[in-house]
T-cell receptor, first 114, second 115 residues
């Protein structure tokens, strides 16, 4: 158990809908990262927050947004969902903002868009 | 440009065999970090090891060992006396030091250990 929690574990929804994925980092960690893992694209970095502020952006679509709240939990919002958004979404956390720190991953949210 | 190559897509071995997973990386930075993660069939990503570019000592942890060679830009992972529970996808990743640097992932090697 990494100490990172993610909810829900599974999510099934329809195209055009909007969903919110939630992540709580390990105790003491200030950075949260979001990743998408799909069969055709592998693991893709989406976005990083550090202590409430956006620190780095990866291949995140405009339909997706995220935020980190004062209690350090983070939410990833996916809107206007398409079939291709079906994937495993991971949240990870690390102590600080530095790129070289170890990221500990949550169990993931498996999203299926029908 | 940064890149991580895991040339072995799938490996199948019989229990108790030793197996080496290859990882070759590209980066222009002198300070960087390398990681290995394991993704078992249950899906979670489990951290295995982190190594910085200035530490070329090999590391051993139980049946796992890592060989870091800057001269060949490789960070290979060996499992000794493999077990069925080692069956998983293994990912190698690279990140440069400093703020706002993202992990660059290899495509993973799927290891099947058969009884």
């Amino acid at each position: 158990d990494s100490g990172v929690t993610q909810t829900p574990k599974h999510l099934i929804t329809a195209t055009g809908q909007r969903v919110t994925l939630r992540c709580s980092p390990r105790s003491g960690d200030l950075s949260v990262y979001w990743y998408q893992q799909s069969l055709d694209q592998g693991l893709q970095f989406l976005i990083q927050y550090y202590n409430g502020e956006e620190r780095a952006k990866g291949n995140i679509l405009e339909r997706f947004s995220a935020q980190q709240f004062p209690d350090l939990h983070s939410e990833l919002n996916l809107s206007s969902l398409e079939l291709g958004d079906s994937a495993l979404y991971f949240c990870a956390s690390s102590a600080g903002p530095q790129g070289g720190e170890t990221q500990y991953f949550g169990p993931g949210t498996r999203l299926l868009v029908l | 440009a940064q890149k991580v190559t895991q040339a072995q897509t799938e490996i199948s071995v019989v229990e108790k065999e030793d197996v080496t997973l290859d990882c070759v990386y590209e980066t222009r930075d002198t300070t960087y970090y390398l990681f290995w993660y394991k993704q078992p069939p249950s899906g979670e990503l489990v951290f295995l090891i982190r190594r910085n570019s200035f530490d070329e000592q090999n590391e051993i942890s139980g049946r796992y060992s890592w060989n870091f060679q800057k001269s060949t830009s490789s960070f290979n992972f060996t499992i000794t006396a493999s077990q069925v529970v080692d069956s998983a996808v293994y990912f190698c990743a690279l990140v440069n030091a400093g703020n706002n640097r993202k992990l660059i992932w290899g495509l993973g090697t799927s290891l099947a250990v058969n009884p």
